[in-house]
């Protein structure tokens, strides 16, 4: 897989893949315009909305609604800035099945963004001359 991350003015910045566009920008006291997420609110976001595939996929398997299920993402910062801790809350309606709640976690756990955190690829970061 491929992506294309171009600088379409300002503090923007977007990444372009397929037919699809992530932009992104950041806000004005970071010199941009806040037309769109920051780069780190967009991984931030993929954490949860990857659980979030895998929990739709588990009622879609079973024919249990989704409309009412939500997942709440809390990080916990470190001194230094960084995020040092992400909860996942899954919230359910009162009328969803109790026999459920623990293996809607273990689906949420498997998460190939989550997975991909805890087994970290190695960054090959260099210059080419195009």
């Known amino acids: 897989m491929e992506m294309i ?9 977007d990444a372009h893949y ?4 992530i932009k992104t920008d950041q806000p004005f006291q970071g010199g941009g ?16 909305t990857c659980a979030g595939i895998y929990v739709l996929g588990f009622c879609r398997q079973r024919g249990l609604p989704t ?3 939500r997942i709440v993402e809390r990080m916990q910062y470190a001194p230094t800035g960084m995020v040092e801790n992400v909860d996942l809350e899954i919230q359910v309606p ?7 709640y623990d293996a809607l ?3 949420a756990d498997q998460c190939k963004v989550k997975q991909t955190l805890a087994n970290p690829p190695h960054f090959n ?6």
């Open 125 to 130: 970061v260099f210059t080419k001359v195009a």
């Open 5 to 13: 991350i171009d600088f379409p003015g300002g503090a923007r910045v």
């Open 33 to 48: 315009e806040d037309s769109a997420p920051t780069p780190f609110s967009v991984f931030l976001a993929s954490i949860g």
């Open 94 to 100: 009162a009328d969803f099945p109790a026999k459920y």
């Open 67 to 69: 409309e009412n299920i």
């Open 18 to 21: 397929g037919n699809h566009t």
């Open 105 to 107: 976690v273990r689906v």
